[in-house]
């Protein structure tokens, strides 16, 4: 049986040593004979490397292992390469949470003016890797949920439309796993859906067990009460922390906006913009707690494992959540044809929406990529809506390659989450300043 080489690319990620363990879970599904780690940021990964190189070694000595920041190194002879870079770090996170909220607007990791510019800062980077790959390996395919996933997809559809890059969001994976918890299933995968919209904007239209039962009524009678949230003695593996149960809970009232449907928890930045500010501490954001919690976390194991020479014991987790990329590589690598839900370009599965948006809708995956699945047509509702966000999302796009600040002005005004015009304008210039050594200098 063949055997296949990755490269991580953000090897310094906080979720690299979750997936190195998830890949080991699944060595029998998808065997590896090499796995490789490349980061831009030498310091950073290697406190990373250093301890999942121990962790390989005691638990799959037969992988080699390999931590760079050479690309040549990195990309010559993988198969996949799994991507997950944040360009500009939790620095610039905070800090595309933070300037928002001075102006009384949604501070948001993939969400309007954050969301833009992170989408700025990450096309050059994600760009780059494929880039990479297509030079030094030909044949692989890059799975990449490195964000902001819609904009970085927009951008590799328009600027790489050739290349083997699939953009993937494991944020209905999460949803879906507590829908199915909410009525007593045990995985996700006992139910196969419809969903469309943009990532990190979309819905699920029918929901049903493998039987061909619908599920809908039940998932929307808990959904009804109680939102995306769980009984306390659910345990979920993550989005565990209390900013995310408070995204669960708000999921009741975007879904009363529309029963017909269950939405995507990133909905509420859209529809209840004053509530996230009213509820976000401007002095401390998520990427604060990211830092202060899951990156502390992270990072103290690893070296833990580094100074004790042995990861036995070891306090990292298995990210089970992640086990989706693999179900994604091994679609592709063995021809599962397994339903996934990707961000492809529309072409059609969306019948009355534009052919040339990327959309998030379930896809039959196999050896040659995503084949998208026809949602057919759409309410006016979240017609009117996708419209608005993909505009907004193609415009970032123009406005990178263009390196048009008319453009990007544009984008922020038609951004639902930006009150006007006048603070799109204020939100800009400080963005820029802000991103001066990551965004290229527009006029
Ligand atoms: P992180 O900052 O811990 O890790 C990112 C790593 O990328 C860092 O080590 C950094 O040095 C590296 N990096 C930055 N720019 C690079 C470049 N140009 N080339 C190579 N390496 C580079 O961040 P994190 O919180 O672990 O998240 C990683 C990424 O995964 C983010 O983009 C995050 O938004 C994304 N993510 C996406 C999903 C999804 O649903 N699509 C889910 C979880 C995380
Ligand atoms: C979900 C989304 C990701 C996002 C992440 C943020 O998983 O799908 O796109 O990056 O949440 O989580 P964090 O814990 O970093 O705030
Ligand atoms: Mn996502």
Redo the contacts with the bound molecule.
Sequence with gaps: MKKFSIVIAGGGSTFTPGIVLMLLDNLDKFPIRQIKFYDNLEERQNHVASACEILLKERAPEINFVATTDPETAFTDVDFVMAHIRVGLYAMREKDEKIPLKYGVVGQ??CGPGGIAYGMRSIGGVLELVDYMEKYSPDAWMLNYS?P?AIVAEATRKLRPESKIINI???PV?IEERMAHSIGLNSRKEMEVRYYGLN?FGWWTDIRDKEGNDLMPQIKAHVKDHGYSLPEEIEESQ?T?ASWMHTFAKAKEVYALDPDTLPNTYLKYYFYPQDEVAHANPEFT?ANE?MAG?EKHVFSECDRIAEAGTAEGTSLEVDEHASYIVDLARAIAYNTHERMLLIVPNEGAIVNFDETAMVEVPCVVGSNGPEPLTQGKIPRFQKGLMEQQVAVEKLVVEAWAEKSYQKLYQALALSRIVPNARIAKELLDDLIEANKEFWPELS
């Design positions: 990791e993939t964000n996933a969001c494991d944020m999460g990190h989005h922390d998520r990211v899951r």
